[in-house]
């Protein structure tokens, strides 16, 4: 369905953004445990199910493969997804921050809180990028069925995941 120059990019963003996990910015060496930072099952259970129900449940009938507009009912999925993941983002975060105000006087209990509460905007803004750039991908292959592009393939790199994940795991881990 996509591209394979779309799979190298997001393979290379993946790989950059995990090497910025995993970085150890006090030593400058990687370690595998800085990883395990970003997993939180509380937040991908607020953020990533209900998306991915949303957008189902927004898309409407899948058309036939090879009809016309294929693609592009296809790409209204993956906004669906995207736009479905930013608001449940939100709605984990302010969950997240009320979640901590009961416990502020015991700095122990603060830390599961505020990992609801930032890591589901950050899940919400990785499938929010991951979403728009399927469906940019899908809306160009669309206009190449339609007239194919003279330059050959064409698709887009998710750069923005990359750097705003690297930026994420910076600002998570000096805090």
């Keep these: 369905m996509f591209a394979p120059g779309f799979?190298?990019?997001v393979l290379l963003s993946a790989v950059v953004v995990f090497l910025g996990i995993t970085l150890d910015m006090g030593t400058w060496r990687f370690s595998l445990s800085?990883?395990?930072?970003f997993f939180d099952l509380p937040s991908l259970m607020i953020v990533v199910l209900p998306a991915?129900?949303?957008?189902?449940?927004?898309?409407?009938?899948?058309l036939p493969a090879g009809s016309p507009g294929h693609f592009a009912q296809r790409a209204v999925f993956w906004k669906n997804l995207?736009?479905?993941a930013v608001w449940l983002g939100v709605i984990g975060g302010l969950g997240g921050l009320l979640a901590i105000l009961p416990v502020m006087r015991e700095p122990t209990k603060i830390g599961p809180a505020m990992a609801v509460a930032v890591l589901s905007m950050v899940y919400a803004l990785m499938?929010?990028?991951?979403?728009?750039?399927?469906?940019?991908?899908?809306?160009l292959k669309e206009e190449s069925e339609k007239a194919p592009a003279p330059d050959g393939e064409?698709?887009?790199?998710?750069?923005?995941?990359?750097?705003g994940l690297v930026c994420a795991g910076v600002l998570l881990k000096a805090a």
């Design 82 to 84: 995207g736009k479905g």
């Design 52 to 62: 991915i129900l949303f957008a189902f449940a927004t898309s409407g009938p899948r």
């Design 34 to 37: 800085n990883a395990f930072l």
């Design 154 to 163: 064409r698709w887009c790199l998710p750069v923005y995941l990359t750097i």
């Design 7 to 9: 799979w190298i990019s």
């Design 127 to 139: 499938i929010k990028i991951l979403s728009r750039t399927a469906a940019n991908a899908l809306l």
